[in-house]
Nanobody, 124 residues
């Protein structure tokens, strides 16, 4: 089993920044990638960003390109999501996920484990 623990959510004004963290523990000896999804009220969960743990390949949703940056610390098996120039439409619960083998890191169904989610609220 793998456990994912997210932190760093909160309330911020539009234009502000937040940094999310996601730490993985447990049976983590074979991980292809970790990523972030978000779910706003009344909407489906959507892909935000992902990063392969070997090679550091990056994946971003068009809606966050140029504003969000995903990074990793392999020694800690932790990924970070630096969110800048936040907009009210970024308000959502942000979920960290982990992919063991699949290379399709933009699809929710390919993820093997999920964190509990952290709320991000951007006020206008």
């Amino acid at each position: 089993q793998v456990q994912l623990v997210e932190s760093g959510g909160g309330l911020v004004q539009a234009g502000g920044s937040l940094r999310l963290s996601c730490a993985a523990s447990g049976r983590t000896f074979s991980v292809y990638a970790m990523g972030w999804f978000r779910q706003a009220p009344g909407k489906e969960r959507e892909f935000v960003a992902a990063m392969s743990m070997i090679g550091g390949r990056l994946y971003y949703a068009d809606s966050v390109k140029g504003r969000f940056t995903i990074s990793r610390d392999n020694a800690k098996l932790t990924v970070y999501l630096q969110m800048n120039t936040l907009k009210p439409e970024d308000t959502a619960v942000y979920y960290c996920g982990l992919v063991l083998r699949s290379r399709v890191v933009t699809a929710e169904r390919e993820y093997d484990y999920w964190g509990q989610g952290t709320q991000v609220t951007v006020s206008s």
